[in-house]
Nanobody
Framework: QVHLVESGGGLVQAGGSLGLSCAASGSTFSNLGMAWFRQALGKEREFVAYISRSGAFGTVTYYADSVKGRFTISRDNAKNTVYLQMNSLKPEDTAVYYC?????????????????WGQGTQVTVSS
């Protein structure tokens, strides 16, 4: 069992930055593939970013086209934490952001492929 707790959401003006954190407990964090998803009001949950488990050559990251170049996902295995740094925020980035963990290998964009979820943190970008 893995327990995930997000933090760092809030209100920011368009063009600003915000950093999210997700603390994990209950499993060997370095073995988990980690991702961020988001869900805007009235819309389906969508993939934002993924970071692979730590391997011999480090980690691999993937991003949704809508956030590529603006968001950065990273992890600190010593702190059992994954981060999402969000820059150049736009009003359309407004959503509840969720942290997710995956026991199996490999990237997937589908929320149903993730085994554990945090409770979510609200990010609101004003215009």
């Amino acid at each position: 069992q893995v327990h995930l707790v997000e933090s760092g959401g809030g209100l920011v003006q368009a063009g600003g930055s915000l950093g999210l954190s997700c603390a994990a407990s209950g499993s060997t964090f370095s073995n988990l593939g980690m991702a961020w998803f988001r869900q805007a009001l009235g819309k389906e949950r969508e993939f934002v970013a993924y970071i692979s488990r730590s391997g011999a050559f480090g980690t691999v990251t993937y991003y949704a086209d809508s956030v590529k170049g603006r968001f950065t996902i990273s992890r600190d295995n010593a702190k059992n934490t994954v981060y999402l740094q969000m820059n150049s925020l736009k009003p359309e980035d407004t959503a509840v952001y969720y942290c997710a963990a995956r026991m199996s290998l490999g990237l997937t964009y589908h929320s149903h492929d993730y085994d554990y979820w945090g409770q979510g943190t609200q990010v609101t970008v004003s215009s």
